[in-house]
């Protein structure tokens, strides 16, 4: 593992490498706007490869590897986007990848990342840690570890969403960045983007409600750790505390973190599907969200809000829709 | 109005004019480009302004009004996309707008007009025609009618879709282009499109089945009629018969027909959720759907295929997911 911690130039060399990525783009609506009192720019990482703001860490990782050194290739712990988008990556690029998932995860996914070619290790979540088993792999062969947020080219790939956005805006006024927090490093990134496009907005955060890991671990000083695991929609969102590299950079430039409940989030995931026609996952709703439940907080200023991602269950995505039932029979 | 046949000069005035128009992204995903046996770019017009492509017909026309000729604004018949995207655009413009709906139009609709600004004319569809309430109110005020589809301006607007596309795919190879069909205003703005900006590509139309009158027109040659107005869930589609300045050059240019049903757009709908995070509305996805339901349309070529808009009630919306329940629940 690299602990290089990223700086702003990072970014704009990924910015330069990740030609292979969508450009994503910006959505507005005037009734967001009126909502929220500002201007919003919903930034639709959801429509990026995999679905995902993951892919760009993924790729800004996954193509400088050393193949000499590693012709084992990559091995990932994520049942989530950043698994997806490390065995999306390693098939583009030819290189192997094996992804650690809990046994129990749902088989759809797993699924997934055999249909890109992954090598899927199984293990069962109450016995083990995933990070442990990445780990014996990557003692045993050789392998490559990709974390989803302690690597300066993970960090470094994620702060290109901002980036691009920046570049999009560049001569509009752009007051704040609002990104989705699980373990930091899309807010790490986005704090080195802001720097490195010479921007001057405030880099916000937004956690779920109990899973406010880094919003405390910012009033403390310290990594503190969340009280549960689950219990939250937003699965992308539930990492145990903040990763080492993207804190070391957010206790220092990140200006905020905003906290929506589940219900506050799947409203938001309705508003965007009636007002942008996108479909956002829980957890990249929850930037919105949390603007939509603090309509203060954005007050006669302009936003980039960073929808991190669109893989969601159609249950749960349905649940979100009935949310409307009222207001749809008007 | 102006009944100007337009040339390809003018989609490319148009494309330079609409810098105001959301660049929509081109989405794939290996999936689809599987299930067609081709190579799939999904021009996602259902995130344009409004969300549908009519706010680039609209904007290329409304911003050339002469203001002093038509001091009392425009005029519009149209319970949908087109009729939104005036209103809008009058608004961003400062021109008075009035659009033409039906009393039985949804309240939703009439609502949202009304919130752009529109003067809204009800009228009773069983006892009079659109067009010739449209012209009343033209013959009475200083008003300019504003078709949907019988307009050089429009025309040409439309075919800034294709333009867009194809630049952003300058050098991809494009072998096709196709675009959902009603009036027939978009797919000869394509046409003029691929001209103008040098493609080879073919356009292909994809009208609902049972309303295939562009389909029997371009084979009798002469403007046919649909047998019905109803019936069919693709809403935007349903206009009775190909309008005149768009069926000139279709009948010169357009290069195939394709056709699907209601079960099939519902199915095309679901698929461009899951596989693309986005939505779309009936019409929108009838282009996809005709491609799915004859695979070997597209077998070994590429295609640019136009989601035309985004605008679906919620209730049909979730008719589309659910015929996807035993796919979830795996």
């Not at 712990?77 to 650690?100: C, D, E, F, K, W």
């Not at 080492?244 to 906290?259: C, G, K, Q, T, W």
Request: charged share 25%.
């Amino acid at each position: 593992m690299n602990l290089r911690r990223p700086e702003p130039a990072d970014v704009l060399d990924a910015h330069e490498r990740l030609g292979i990525a969508i450009r994503t783009p910006l959505l507005r609506s005037d009734e967001l706007d009126a909502r929220v009192g500002g201007k919003v720019f919903f930034k639709c990482e959801n429509l990026q490869r995999c679905g995902a703001f993951k892919f760009r860490g993924a790729y800004n990782c996954l193509s400088r590897l050393d193949r000499q050194a590693y012709p084992g290739g990559v091995v990932a712990y994520s049942t989530g986007n950043h698994g997806q988008a490390v065995a999306t990556v390693g098939r583009m690029l030819g290189i192997p990848s094996t992804i650690v998932m809990p046994y129990d995860a749902p088989s759809v996914k797993i699924a997934k990342a055999r249909a890109q070619g992954a090598q899927v290790v199984l293990y069962d979540r109450r016995a083990a840690r995933r990070e442990e088993i990445a780990a014996r792999i990557a003692d045993a062969n050789p392998v490559a570890i990709i974390p989803p947020g302690d690597d300066p080219f993970v960090i470094a790939g994620q702060g290109t969403v901002a980036g691009e956005a920046l570049q999009a805006l560049s001569g509009a006024n752009v007051d704040v960045v609002l990104v989705p927090c699980g373990g930091g490093g899309l807010a790490a990134g986005t704090c080195l983007a802001v720097e490195a496009f010479r921007s001057k907005a405030e880099v916000w955060a937004a956690e779920p409600l109990a899973f406010d890991d880094t919003k405390r671990s910012l009033a403390s000083g310290q990594r503190e750790k969340n009280l549960r695991l689950d219990g939250s929609i937003c699965d992308a969102l539930l990492a145990p505390t903040p990763a080492v590299l993207p804190f070391a950079i957010n206790r220092e430039r990140l200006a905020r973190v905003l906290v929506a409940d589940d219900r506050q989030v799947l409203e938001a995931m309705r508003f965007v599907y009636e007002e942008l026609r996108v479909v956002v996952e829980p957890g990249g709703a929850i930037g919105l969200a949390a603007l939509l439940a603090n309509p203060e907080a954005l007050r006669g200023r302009s936003a980039v809000v960073v929808a991190s991602g669109g893989n969601v269950d159609t249950g749960l995505f349905m649940r979100a829709l009935q949310s409307a039932g009222d207001r749809v029979a008007a």
